[in-house]
């Protein structure tokens, strides 16, 4: 069973710790993270960075190393190889020592100047998660919208989980964290993990920014990839589905059964050519469909019985080692 612990005091004095995946960032990291050490020094908030490299073939672990040289407040990590986002999230969250954990994108899109408010609100509201939700969704072409929008409406209607205007910008108290690293799964989706979890939550409102630099590293491949990873681990739907077309088809047979045999018995059984195509061909694809669903939830409880761990860590540094 999963308990919470005790809450802790919330003060002034209380520790953020800044979660940032950074994957091929190395050209714009630096001049990011101080945008937004800024703005946490101008409003004397308490910070610590854990900045976790994401098996970037870039300078980033470079620049990420320099970072930790030259300040304590910085803890880095390495993952052994690209391990994707999620993964790379959840490695920066289990190396957080603060009472509270900010995780937010390496390249601007996520506001820093929101940050404030968001401490505020754990601090003098007492919620347990701030999130940001989008305004816009930024700068994103015709077709992505209208995907995005009917990944998230299926979600929605199969889990009753809202992440239309989720995102992983968010603010979350020691104790949701603690409850979250002990949900034991191995394929993650942050956004919809944390919004299975509850707790009081706040949710504040931004416009997404355009990318300081470089490009986005979501493929159509992965994308599509995610939304079926999504998707599979929140709802058993799909499944369902599988059933209902079963029973609608078999209803199909029966009616079609009743009028073949009457069209025997009467005599008037003729070619039929067109209608035998057809049925193969609509009962082919129902099948293959249909395997392919149960494929993809036999492979996901084909991964989560490996129990591989989510990531490897091939170096890390605390801030102000020797190391560096
Ligand atoms: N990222 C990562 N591993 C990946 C892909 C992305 O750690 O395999 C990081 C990336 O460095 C950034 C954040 O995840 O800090 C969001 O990525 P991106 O900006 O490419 O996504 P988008 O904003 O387009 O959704
Ligand atoms: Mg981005």
Request: glycine fraction near 8%; charged fraction near 25%.
């Amino acid at each position: 069973m999963i308990t919470v612990d005790k809450p802790n005091e919330r003060s002034k004095e209380s520790l953020l710790s800044l979660v940032i995946p950074v994957y091929k960032e190395g050209s714009h990291i630096k001049s990011t993270i101080k945008v937004i050490e800024k703005v946490l020094i101008d409003n004397n908030i308490i910070y610590e960075f854990i900045l976790v490299d994401d098996g970037s073939t870039d300078n980033t672990w470079r620049e990420l190393k320099s970072l930790a040289k030259d300040s304590d407040r910085f803890s880095v990590l390495r993952l052994s190889r690209n391990f994707g986002k999620e993964s790379a999230l959840c490695a920066g969250i289990e190396y957080a020592s603060g009472d509270m954990i900010l995780v937010m994108d390496g390249d601007l899109q996520h506001p820093p100047e929101l940050i404030p408010d968001m401490v505020d609100a754990w601090l003098k509201e007492g919620y347990d998660v701030v999130e940001g939700i989008k305004r816009t969704r930024g700068k994103e072409n015709f077709i992505y919208k209208a995907c995005a929008k009917l990944f998230y409406y299926l979600i929605y209607k199969s889990s009753d989980i809202n992440l239309g205007r989720a995102s992983d910008f968010k603010l979350m108290d020691r104790k949701v964290v603690e409850a979250w690293k002990e949900l034991p799964e191995r394929a993650l989706f942050f956004r919809g993990m944390s919004a299975w979890l509850g707790f009081e939550r706040k949710e504040i409102e931004f416009d997404v920014a355009e990318r300081v630099n470089g490009k986005t590293k979501w493929s159509l491949l992965r994308l599509i990839r995610l939304a079926a990873n999504a998707i599979t681990s929140y709802t058993s739907v799909p499944l369902h589905c599988i059933t209902l077309l079963g029973i609608i088809m078999f209803f199909g047979a029966a009616i079609m059964g009743v009028q073949t045999i009457f069209m025997k018995l009467s005599g008037r059984a003729s070619d039929g050519f067109t209608t035998v195509i057809l049925l193969q061909l609509i009962i082919g694809s129902a099948i293959m469909t249909s395997l392919g669903i149960i494929g993809i939830y036999l492979t996901k409880i084909y991964k989560e019985v490996k129990s591989r761990p989510r990531y490897l860590i091939s170096d890390y540094i605390r801030g102000g080692d020797d190391k560096c």
